[in-house]
Each structure stands twice: as structure tokens, then as C-alpha cells.
């Protein structure tokens, strides 16, 4: 009785490309790659780059609408640490940002974690909130004014309810920039609640019941499950915070136009006035590169407190 063998089967060499058609491929995918960036390279070219060198360049020279140039080097700078109405403006920005930037943090982060869990009426709670970020700021500063009038506001009203006297909110320069935080926090809640509720439900649910089967409580899932897990989310709504902040202008145009005296006078309403009522672009332009510099600063100090916490 014979046996055949049967032969493993024989399958031919694959066929490697040559080196010339692998560059030319790669060539062709670079290209395909620059086509479809060159819009968002033009944009930030025209609206970027371009400004941000003229205003370097503005900066360094004494120029009005319409006047000859003249160059001053750091002389605009060196006015601007004597300029008092500066220096007020600067700290009143600061001061907005230190303030505004973690409580609105702070309070967008409970309220998002309150509407990730599964409680009647969901829909409506998540859309009253985002309401104020639609919403036109001279409208929201005009619906405060009437919360902050002294006579027939809501405010008052509310604290004459437990016997306290009338406050004249935006009058008095006690109260005029703590109200203005009041209004800040409120109008930027909807957004980074929107963030924040996007980032939670990202949140691998494998881990969290895994630590909840440990015995984890609800803060211990909360610090080493959660908090870790949104820390990018964190870092993305604490810089968009800092230039918001930064830049606030309408809501105090409306509503105090930088009274009472310049108690909230801030940093881009100064720009405002040195470069457009008072025609010293080469000022306001420096004013602008210190306004960057403070919020590279900014930026740098919570990068460096991102990084802390996830070696933590």
C-alpha cells in the first residue's frame, strides 16, 4: 500500500514596490496633506500672524491715523509702567481672571457632574444653562442692570427679604467689580458645562465600577478615576478661560463703562480708548503685547499645575 505525500502548497513572493514608486506615493500624500491644510494656513497667516507683526512692529513706534511714523523703541513701554489709568486696568483684569477662571471651573464641573446622572427633566436643566452662552452679551449685561438697580432691582429685593439694606451695586466701587465677576461667571457656565459633560461620559465606565467594586466611595472614584481621566479636558477649558477673561470688553462697556471712576476699568477697554478715541495705535499696541505676554504667563503657570497634578 503506497502513500503520497501531499506537497505544501507554494505561494508566490509578495511583490515589494520599488523604492521610486514608495517616494513618489509619499510625495503625493504630502502634497494631498498641504492642499488641505492651505485654508487653515492662509487663515492663520492673514488673521494671525500678519496682525500680531504689526502690532510688534506698531509697538515700537509713535503713530496716530493718518501721521507720519515715528520710531521710540521701548519708549511706549516705559510709559505705560507710569500710565496710572494702565496699571489700574491690568490689575483689574488680573484680578477678573484669578477670580472668574477657578470658581466658574469649580462650579461647571459640579454642575456637569449633576447632569451626567440620570435625573428627570435632563433635557431642560442642560439647555437653561447653555441659554446665557447663546445669548447676546448686551442683552445678558442689560437683563444685570436691571438685577443690580438700586431702586426696583431683583438684588436688592431678594436681600431686603432678610433685612438688609439697599446696595448700590455698580455705583459703589466696593461692589462694582465683584458684581461684574458675578455676571462673568454666570454668562461662561454653559459652555464649560457642555465640555465638561462630554469629557464625564467619556469616562471609561469599566474603571469606574471596577474601583466602586473595590470599595471605592463616591470621591475616591471621583479623585483617581474621574479627575485623572478629564485632565486634558481641564487643561483645554482653563486656557479658552484665560483668554475670555482677558479679553472682556462688552460686558463692562455696558454695563459700568469702567466706573465708578475706573474701579473696572479693564485691560482691552484701555486699548479700546488709547487706540480708537485717542488715535495712539503705537501705545495701544504696546498695551496689546502685554496683554499677551500676561496670558502666555497665565497659560504657562496652568500648564506647569497640569503637569504637577498627573505626576501627583
Known amino acids: 500500500m503506497s502513500t503520497t505525500l501531499e506537497r505544501p502548497a507554494v505561494t508566490a513572493p509578495r511583490k515589494v514596490a520599488p523604492a521610486k514608486d514608495s517616494r513618489a506615493l509619499i510625495r503625493g500624500q504630502a502634497r494631498a496633506g498641504w492642499a488641505l491644510i492651505a485654508p487653515a494656513l492662509l487663515h492663520s497667516g492673514v488673521f494671525i500672524v500678519i496682525p500680531v507683526i504689526a502690532v510688534l ?3 515700537l513706534n509713535d503713530y496716530s491715523f493718518g501721521d507720519t511714523w515715528s520710531w521710540v523703541g521701548l519708549g511706549n513701554y516705559a510709559d505705560l509702567f507710569r500710565d496710572v489709568d494702565f496699571l489700574a486696568s491690568l490689575w483689574h483684569t488680573v484680578l477678573y481672571a484669578i477670580v472668574v477662571i477657578p470658581i466658574s471651573m469649580a462650579i461647571s464641573l459640579a454642575v456637569a457632574i449633576g447632569l451626567n446622572q440620570k435625573i428627570k427633566g435632563l433635557g431642560f436643566f442642560r439647555t437653561a444653562y447653555y441659554i446665557p452662552t447663546v445669548t447676546a ?46 455676571v462673568g461667571i454666570w454668562q461662561g457656565l454653559g459652555t464649560k458645562i457642555i465640555i465638561y459633560l462630554a469629557a464625564l461620559q467619556g469616562v471609561s465606565r469599566d474603571l469606574v465600577e471596577s474601583a466602586q467594586l473595590d470599595g471605592a466611595g463616591r470621591w475616591q472614584r471621583f479623585v483617581n478615576v474621574t479627575w485623572p481621566a478629564i485632565g486634558p479636558v481641564q487643561f483645554f477649558v482653563l486656557i479658552t478661560s484665560i483668554v475670555g477673561t482677558f479679553q472682556v470688553f462688552d460686558l463692562v462697556y455696558v454695563m459700568t463703562q469702567g466706573g465708578p471712576g475706573s474701579e473696572t476699568r479693564v485691560l482691552v477697554m484701555d486699548i479700546y480708548q488709547n487706540a480708537f478715541q485717542d488715535l495712539k495705535l503705537g501705545y495701544a499696541s504696546a498695551e496689546t503685547v502685554i496683554m499677551m505676554i ?14 504637577a497634578d498627573v505626576n501627583d
Open 57 to 59: 512692529v506698531l509697538s
Open 137 to 182: 452679551t448686551v442683552a445678558v449685561a442689560t437683563i444685570w442692570l436691571w438685577i443690580y438697580n438700586p431702586g426696583s432691582g431683583l438684588a436688592n429685593g431678594f436681600l431686603s427679604l432678610f433685612g438688609f439694606a439697599p446696595n448700590r451695586w455698580l455705583a459703589d466701587p466696593a461692589t462694582a467689580l465683584p458684581s461684574l465677576m458675578v
Open 294 to 307: 500676561v496670558i502666555a504667563l497665565f497659560i504657562g503657570v496652568g500648564r506647569l499645575l497640569q503637569k
